[in-house]
């Protein structure tokens, strides 16, 4: 079936080291799209990644797109007690009709 | 500026009762989502809708009917509810790209 695994679960980390959460696909994704819910909060989007090889930055933020488009990573430096939350990423697959999956989602926890 | 409004945000139901969750959007979007948020199970889509007057099975779809009889409104049925079904669930729409969330209804069914 169509599904988007995500890792690491939990992530914690003291403030100003550095996090990245993993996102894989045993099929195709057309894109994917990460975003992020802040405890008690709705997820918000941070990013669409569409073409192979894909690099995005936001800030202290860097986006990646495998080239085999199986595969995404989210990976922010210096890491800040405001980038508290869980980080999901969500895929879209080929002919799914915009059909969106979400991963698992990460919890990054921020120790000042 | 509402985005997407769910209704209600609270509910506790008793076990076997039905009920209705609405969904609506006023951003003109083609596609709306529903999915149920439990812990450590990520967001999981039950059903979604790509246009009006259409609709498809998610990943978790049983127990659960959908309407979209109207572009602007997305409707999710507990027909009998069990406690399984005890979540935060999630309307979102989109229109290509980004999806806007709404706030959220936490049902508990005991």
């Known amino acids: 079936g169509q599904q988007v695994m995500q890792i690491p679960q939990y992530q914690h980390v003291q403030e100003g080291e550095d996090f990245t959460t993993y996102c894989n696909s045993s099929t195709t994704l057309s894109n994917i799209q990460w975003y992020k819910q802040r405890p008690g909060g709705h997820p918000v989007f941070l990013i669409q990644?569409?073409?192979?090889?894909e690099v995005k930055k936001q800030k202290r933020l860097t986006f990646q797109f495998g080239e085999a488009k199986k595969n995404s990573s989210l990976h922010i430096t210096a890491t800040q007690t405001t980038d508290v939350g869980t980080y999901f990423c969500?895929?879209?697959?080929?002919?799914?009709?915009?059909?969106?999956?979400f991963g698992a989602g990460t919890r990054l926890a921020v120790h000042p | 500026n509402a985005g997407v409004t769910q209704t209600p945000k609270f509910r506790v139901l008793k076990t076997g009762q039905s009920m209705t969750l609405l969904c609506a959007q006023d951003?003109?979007?083609?596609?709306m989502y529903w999915y149920r948020q439990d812990p450590g199970m990520g967001l999981r889509l039950i059903h979604y809708?790509?246009?009006?007057?259409?609709?498809a099975k998610g990943e978790v779809p049983d127990g659960y009917n959908v309407s979209r009889l109207k572009k602007q409104n997305f409707l999710l049925g507990l027909e009998s509810a069990a406690p399984s079904q005890t979540s935060v669930y999630f309307c979102?729409?989109?229109?290509?790209?980004?999806?806007?969330f709404g706030q959220g209804t936490r049902l508990t069914v005991v």
């Open positions: 979102a729409s989109a229109q290509g790209t980004e999806a806007f």
């Open positions: 951003m003109n979007h083609e596609y």
């Open positions: 969500a895929g879209s697959f080929s002919g799914g009709y915009n059909k969106l999956i």
């Open positions: 990644l569409v073409k192979s090889g």
């Open positions: 809708s790509v246009g009006e007057g259409t609709t």
